[in-house]
């Protein structure tokens, strides 16, 4: 179809904002965006929408045109329900480019251009899929009860002859077709294989054998509001987009059948990003809670909040639950282990700067679903905050030792039905591909803590939940999980201690080397606390100071001589890290 025909389409609500000799410019497909630079995800031919979120000021107009412009998309058309008015400099950018602008009434939602386009092009192409497009249609002007991605995949299994799924990227099957489930080892093979080829930037569709069956796996790119900051890293978004799984071999297919799926993942996409809003609520209650803990809110102030909480994550529960925190940690290096200093190979960011926080919520958010049941809605009873590097998960549990609900709202009996997680079991079913997607140069390290029943109890249950993610981060591996049950039973005492005591055992550690620095300026504590930060690593050390490693082993030398303690000791890495947290 062509550009023209948009604009003369009265239900879009388009408004020509110039490049009116451009008009009959060939639409291929449409793309939702608010990355700086989407160039990753253009092949040519596309509308694409954004809601400005890009831009910041007046200069990100031109590079963002420049980028459409050279990857040849059909035009760009530019929401106001953010900003009113289009910008003059993104208008004068687009003239400049000879790029097509249309401005998108408040009114009008990106959903309703994208299932136009879609169904126009597919009808132009094959008309294969305009019965898939008007039937998704329907389901999303219904709500969320409307039956979601289970029926697009039951109408490319009615009339494509075409067995396709919903992956999430661990394998854990999201949607299928009719009653034919993914067998679990099926799925977490298809993620494997898809994180390993998406790590090595080969393009899409993978194409991956397991039994002996051809599968191809096409990307669904989360790019809507819940979409991770934008990145042309693949490392930001690598470990939380979805996959379409095909039973088919698509390496000979014609383009208009690739380019009939991806409109499918563009049609699921959509529906994604409806499903992730749900969360904004308990990431919210999650980070209050997290905050309240941290500043050392009362624990009758804490109790209030878990009272709000309750409910939403646990609904029809009678009574307060106990609650388990979990601490996870994604860091990606360069292949020596130290703290990426420089671009990765045809990203541009270097791996220091990638932020670690959303991409360990995201992922944390995946991997503490129960893999057994299936569908999005699973991670109801699921809230992860972020702060700083590491995401931290507030899980709800029934009374612990007490039967778990069934499927139905009853009580399952017998005593393997304790719901509290357990580290050396939380990761087993997503290890291996997860493995895959951090590749060599990422570690995902996890620690949970112990069930408590009361405000009192959070605060020691994060340490907790920490420390044993500092002794998982001890560990080989790229993906390490540590429990309570393996630190020492001093740790869950700490948030208890007196305040008399605490002061006698941070001096005894830390006033020799405060003084030390306050006489000769050597920075004693604060690469202390990096060395520690680093688990020990003289290179990962080393780089984040900016200091040749002999230099930091003089000075490590030095704290162990101030304070008669070995850093080469876990025990003495662990009083320290104490009297630091205390101090």
């Known amino acids: 179809m062509r550009l023209r025909a948009l604009l003369e389409t009265d239900a879009l609500g388009l408004r020509l904002l110039g490049g009116e000799d451009e008009l009959d410019r060939s639409v291929r497909g449409v793309m939702t965006t608010d990355l700086r630079d ?60 000879r790029l097509p602008l249309f401005a998108v009434h408040e009114t009008v939602a990106f959903a309703t251009i994208t299932e136009h386009v879609v169904r126009q092009v597919s009808g132009e192409r094959a008309g294969d899929l305009a019965a898939v497009v008007d039937r998704h249609r329907r389901l999303m002007t219904s709500g969320p009860a409307g039956g979601g991605p289970e029926v697009v995949l039951d109408l490319l299994g009615t009339d494509l002859d075409l067995h396709a799924w919903v992956l999430s990227p ?57 979409a991770l900051p934008a990145s042309r890293d693949v490392r930001e978004s690598v470990l939380s987009d979805w996959l379409l799984a095909v039973e088919a071999d698509a390496s000979d297919w014609p383009p208009a059948r690739l380019d ?67 601490v996870a940690r994604v860091e990606w290096s360069d292949a020596e282990g130290r703290a990426a200093g420089g671009a990765q190979a045809g990203s541009g960011t270097a791996g220091s700067e990638i932020a670690g926080g959303p991409v360990a919520q995201a992922l944390l958010e995946e991997i503490l679903v129960d893999p057994a049941v299936t569908g999005p809605d699973s991670a109801d009873r699921i809230a992860v905050a972020h702060t700083g590097e590491e995401a931290v998960a507030l899980v709800p549990l029934p009374a612990v030792g007490a039967p778990a609900p069934d499927r139905d709202g009853g009580r399952a009996e017998g005593p ?13 079913a997503v290890r291996e591909p997860l493995s895959a997607g951090l590749a060599d140069d990422g570690r995902l390290t996890l620690g949970v803590s112990a069930a408590v029943h009361s405000p009192e109890g959070l605060r020691g249950a994060l340490e907790e939940a920490r420390h044993a993610r500092r002794v998982a981060a001890a560990r080989p591996g790229r993906v390490c999980a540590a429990g309570h049950h393996e630190l020492a039973s001093h740790v869950l005492l700490l948030p208890f201690v007196p305040d008399d005591v605490r002061r006698a055992f941070t001096a005894r550690l830390l006033d020799p080397l405060r003084e030390y620095d306050r ?12 060395f520690l930060d680093c688990d020990g690593s003289w290179t990962r050390c080393a780089a984040r100071l900016h200091l040749h490693v002999n230099t930091l082993r003089y000075r490590v030398g030095r704290i162990e001589q101030l304070t008669g303690r070995d850093l080469s000791r876990l025990e ?7 009297a630091l947290r205390m101090s």
């Not at 393997?416 to 087993?428: C, I, K």
């Not at 006489?519 to 202390?528: D, M, V």
């Open 38 to 97: 989407p160039s990753r995800y253009l092949s040519g031919g596309e509308l694409v929408l954004t809601g400005l979120a890009w831009r910041r000021d007046a200069a990100d107009s031109e590079p963002f045109v420049r980028i459409l412009a050279g990857a040849g998309v059909a035009g760009l058309a530019a929401g106001e329900a953010e900003l009113g008015d289009i910008p003059a400099d993104l208008v004068e950018a687009c003239a400049r480019h």
């Open 170 to 226: 661990t394998g854990r099957q999201i949607a299928g077709a009719g009653e034919t489930s993914l067998p679990g080892p099926v799925g977490t093979a298809l993620a494997g294989h898809h994180l390993a080829a998406t790590r090595t930037g080969r393009r899409a569709p993978h194409r991956a054998t397991v039994d002996g069956t051809a599968y191809s796996l096409f990307p669904i790119r989360n790019t809507g509001r819940g």
């Open 260 to 326: 009939l799926l991806q409109g499918v993942t563009q049609l699921i996409a959509v529906e994604r990003d409806r499903r992730d809003a749900a969360r904004t609520v308990r990431r919210r209650l999650a980070q209050e809670v997290l905050e309240l803990v941290q500043t050392g809110a009362p624990p009758a102030e804490i109790a209030a909040r878990l009272r709000v909480a309750a409910p939403v994550l646990l609904p029809g529960l009678g009574s307060a639950p106990h609650w388990q925190v979990v």
């Open 416 to 428: 393997d039905q304790d719901p509290a997680l357990h580290a050396d079991v939380l990761l087993a």
């Open 519 to 530: 006489r000769h300026r050597a920075e004693l504590i604060p690469t202390l606390e990096t």
């Open 572 to 578: 003495d890495k662990l009083d320290f890290f104490l």
